[in-house]
């Protein structure tokens, strides 16, 4: 089992940055794959980004790729999502996720089995 909080969310405006951060709890955080998906008003839960429980494998969706990093401290039990350039399509509640192993369907909320309670994410013109 595993809970995950994120935070980080805000207010920001056009071409700013934001860094979201998700704390995991338990033992074997390094065990998993960890996403970030978003869901804005009326649309459905979309993939942001993955990093595999190693680190070395990483995927963005086309919409964040360039301006996007996510990354991940296995020593402190928390993955992070750099936010930069923002545009006002970015806004969204943003959610972390997690998989033992998310497969090559990583960009499918059906991959992920543990989810936070997301945080919200604004980015006025």
């Known amino acids: 089992q595993v809970q995950l909080v994120e935070s980080g969310g805000g207010l920001v405006q056009v071409g700013g940055s934001l860094r979201l951060s998700c704390a995991a709890s338990?033992?074997?955080?390094?065990?998993?794959?960890m996403g970030w998906f978003r869901q804005a008003p009326g649309k459905e839960r979309e993939f942001v980004a993955t990093?595999?429980?190693?680190?070395?494998?990483?995927y963005y969706a086309d919409s964040v790729k360039g301006r996007f990093t996510i990354s991940r401290d296995n020593a402190k039990n928390t993955v992070y999502l750099q936010m930069n350039s923002l545009k006002p399509e970015d806004t969204a509640v943003y959610y972390c996720?997690?998989?033992?192993?998310?497969?090559?369907?990583?960009?499918?909320?059906?991959?992920?089995?543990?989810w936070g309670q997301g945080t919200q994410v604004t980015v006025s013109s």
């Open positions: 996720a997690a998989t033992y192993d998310s497969g090559r369907y990583y960009y499918t909320r059906a991959s992920y089995d543990y």
């Open positions: 338990g033992r074997t955080f390094s065990s998993y794959d």
């Open positions: 990093i595999k429980k190693s680190g070395g494998r990483i």
